[in-house]
Structure formats: structure tokens, C-alpha cells
């Protein structure tokens, strides 16, 4: 079954515990990305990658990390979280040619940070 | 001002109604264009995309008006599986590549 996945779906945490948020897809999309929703601001990019070894900022990329090793893997890295970063966070992945293709979204994961 | 903007209601109608919202968008170049949908915050999914001669899909029906710089998202003969926040959604040709997402607007369709 074609699917993004991620890991941890629920996680809560305490303020400067490094924590890493796993995304994984199995369609050989070579597009992937990672948004945060809060509420009444909709979806907001923090990061996203053209290829392998290929990343860039997104709209809030701040507090955050990533890295693109493999394909089908892309991990999003809190090194210090802080309680701002509480928050639904979603991967997604799409083939290259984004403007006729959908992006196909994880199931996401809550983060609380006390 | 933000990019893409929705009235996030909620619209509470009844079933067998019709529902239409609206969209506007602020960057002239915005490129393509789509409704999503997502329930009680799971993943958004795509509902379909949005082409400035309109498109249909069963009972739902959207628009593009380029001059005016909006989408609209129709919605006939609405069903309680209709409940959920429509998300629009447009791209741009940037570097970026990515998604710009409205706010979403919610509907709750009742029996």
C-alpha cells in the first residue's frame, strides 16, 4: 500500500530534550516535506527536500532540523525543543512535478513540549 | 495579509443543502490550485484539483476566477460524510515548490 508514514504519532516532551520526529514513504517520490498546523494559521512549511541530500528552508524553519540520507526517509529534528513548537506536524511527498501531482500526507504527529 | 484566505465558518446546514465557499489568494502568480479536505485533524487529503475551466466531480464542483483571484469549492445535495474543513490550496512556481494552505473553512452538515 502506497502510504507516508510517521513516528512517533503522539509524543509529549519537556523543554531542551532533543527528540526526532521519522517520516518514511514508499512510493519513490523524490519531493518530500515537512508542515506544522496551528490553529487558525493553517498548514506552514518548516522544511522540504527536492532529492537525496537535497533540503531547503521552508516558511519556519526555526528550532528546526533535517536531513535527506536516504529516499524514502526524511526525520525532522527538534535539537532544543521549546513550548512554541507544540503543535500537528505532517510529512509529505510528492513525485517532481508537484503542480499537476498531490501531495500525499502522513497521518501526523502531536507534539506537546512543557 | 496572508497568502491564501478562507472564512473559516463554521457552515452548518442541513443535509440535501447546498454549500459553496470561498477562496482568495494574494500571489498574482500562483500557478495551480486545489481543495483539500481534512477531518477532526487527520492528514488533509486531496479533493480535487482546480482548473480556471472548472471541473466537476460528482456533487462537488470547483472554480478558478484568475482576474479576480479567487476558487470556489460547490457543494450539492451536502451528506453528514461532508462534515469536515476544506482546506484551499495553491502553488506557486518558486524554488520553494510548496503548498500554500488557507486556514481552512469548516463545515458540519446536519441531519
Known amino acids: 500500500e502506497a502510504q507516508v508514514t510517521q513516528n512517533p504519532r503522539y509524543l509529549i516532551t519537556v523543554t531542551g530534550k532533543k527528540l526526532t520526529v521519522t517520516c518514511s514513504q514508499n512510493?519513490?517520490?523524490?519531493?518530500m516535506s515537512w508542515y506544522r498546523q496551528d490553529p487558525g494559521l493553517g498548514l506552514r512549511q518548516i522544511y522540504y527536500s527536492m532529492n537525496v541530500e537535497v533540503t531547503d528552508k521552508g516558511d519556519v524553519p526555526e528550532g528546526y532540523k533535517v536531513s535527506r540520507k536516504e529516499k524514502r526517509n526524511f526525520p525532522l529534528i527538534l535539537e532544543s525543543p521549546s513550548p512554541n513548537q507544540t503543535s500537528l506536524y505532517f510529512c509529505?511527498?510528492?513525485?517532481?512535478?508537484?503542480?499537476?501531482?498531490?501531495?500525499?500526507f502522513g497521518p501526523g504527529t502531536r507534539l506537546l513540549v512543557l | 495579509r496572508k497568502e491564501v484566505e478562507q472564512d473559516p465558518g463554521p457552515f452548518n446546514v442541513p443535509e440535501g443543502a447546498t454549500v459553496a465557499f470561498n477562496c482568495t489568494y494574494s500571489?498574482?502568480?500562483?500557478?495551480?490550485f486545489f481543495w483539500y479536505r481534512q477531518d477532526c485533524r487527520k492528514e488533509p487529503k486531496l479533493l480535487m484539483s482546480?482548473?480556471?475551466s472548472g471541473n466537476e466531480d460528482g456533487r462537488f464542483t470547483a472554480q478558478l476566477n484568475r482576474a479576480s483571484q479567487y476558487i470556489s469549492l460547490l457543494i450539492r445535495d451536502s451528506k453528514l460524510s461532508d462534515s469536515a474543513t476544506y482546506l484551499c490550496v495553491v502553488t506557486s512556481y518558486t524554488g520553494r515548490r510548496a503548498l500554500t494552505f488557507g486556514s481552512g473553512t469548516r463545515l458540519q452538515v446536519q441531519p
Open positions: 509529505a511527498s510528492s513525485p517532481v512535478g508537484l503542480y499537476k501531482e498531490t501531495q500525499y
Open positions: 482546480v482548473y480556471s
Open positions: 500571489n498574482s502568480a500562483s500557478q495551480s
Open positions: 512510493m519513490n517520490h523524490e519531493y
